[in-house]
DNA sequence: TTTTTGTATTTTGCATTCAATACTGCGCCG
DNA sequence: CGGCGCAGTATTGAATGCAAAATACAAAAA
């Protein structure tokens, strides 16, 4: 194994427990514990803990140490407008750039999730999701923004608000899919570009609200 | 001076250092000499060489070293795009929530630059209208757009093109900025995204062919 | 003269060590 | 019985030390 490796694997492994959700928001990062785990000492630990600080993911509180960055409700709602937004301008960036196979790819994904729709099999069209709008952000082939909407992705991918979608929700989202799909088809820049900006308001919505009632019941 | 305000000081120092020009992109960061001047040891210099390299202003090659950034002429050109999106947002965004204390701050550097263009102060236009669209950016209330929009401002100023804007294009400048402050008083959002994000990829394709016409005399 | 190769020096990456701050728990006092 | 203070411990932050890699340099051979 090579000597640079060293760190940006410790970097890259610390952000998968916490992206993987092994590592919860607001848990504290104890040192000496995850040197342990990772086999290193300390001084490749706390470069790689500053980093996902940087990243986001890790708050660092001088002289108390650094948990898993939990995010206030405000906090989570100016990400996913941010990320309304990038997705937008993916979308219309797409339309013009996208080729040919990468749509076929893109119409592929979203048969597979109208199949896994059909089969009521909601992780794995979560995952399909996932997937397919990181090609839409690919398609755009503007590395910058590529870095930036995983980036913000990770750290709501941190928080692992899985919702169960209720039945009518999760058509409309399909069939807002579809209509995209269309769009990109059609190289509409504009039209995918609102869509995808309400599509993930929409989502936006859903989850804050769901995180009101989550938090609510055990308040009261 | 507290225990943990050294490291982020570093970031901070060596930040300045590099978006102020002083340490040009390319150049080689030497760590002892860094150590010196900054009056602290290696470690605290290392963890805020790996955050501006997470940030994007400074290039790691493993066992070789860091480096200012210098970014390709494509990547430039991604920043500047991903840029006109957010600050197309930021100003559909700023309509909606701006304040009239916020509006009348925004529109005194209006008249402030109409002034510097008048006077032929292309430095002070220049400062003076980072801080207009500094303060639309703010306007629109999210401080996670806000801390990419900052981010990705740094990697642009580390560049320092400073560039010499013939009368037309400043003139044309200039009066796009009047149209785009009359959209942000009637709150037409829509207007005032289209007109900042044309405004921007007007400066990328300023800046480019600059960039091109600087390098290629060299090179003949 | 140019290239090459071997060595010395520098520099990077990581581990360890030292200092300072925060937490813990126990006794003491109110 | 409960709150407070103080010692002891743990944990963080920074400096130093050490091994591996890269660079510089010089001498020798083509």
């Known amino acids: 194994m090579e000597r640079q490796a060293l760190h940006d694997n410790v970097v890259g492994h610390i952000r998968d427990l916490i992206v993987e959700g092994i590592l919860p928001p607001g848990i504290k990062l104890n040192e000496r514990a995850l040197c342990e785990t990772l086999g290193v000492s300390r001084t490749p630990l706390r470069e790689a803990i500053k980093v996902l600080a940087t990243e986001g993911l890790v708050d660092i509180t001088p002289n108390k140490g650094a948990s898993v960055s939990s995010m206030s409700e405000t906090e989570i709602g100016e990400v996913f407008e941010l990320m309304s937004a990038l997705e937008a301008f993916s979308g219309e960036l797409a339309c013009e750039r996208i080729s040919p196979e990468e749509l076929s790819a893109i119409k592929a994904l979203h048969y597979e999730m109208l199949a896994l729709h059909a089969r009521n099999d909601l992780p794995a069209y979560y995952r399909c999701n996932q997937r397919l709008h990181d ?86």
């Open 135 to 220: 090609r839409i952000n690919e398609a755009a082939r503007n590395s910058v923004l590529r870095q930036t909407y995983v980036g913000l992705n990770r750290r709501l991918n941190a928080l692992r608000f899985r919702s169960n979608l209720n039945a009518a929700k999760w058509d409309r989202a399909v069939q807002e899919h579809g209509e995209m799909i269309k769009a990109l088809e059609a190289r509409d820049g504009k039209l995918l570009a609102s869509m995808l900006r309400q599509h993930i308001v929409q989502k936006k919505e859903i989850i804050l609200a769901e995180l009101r009632t989550a938090d609510k019941p055990q308040a009261s």
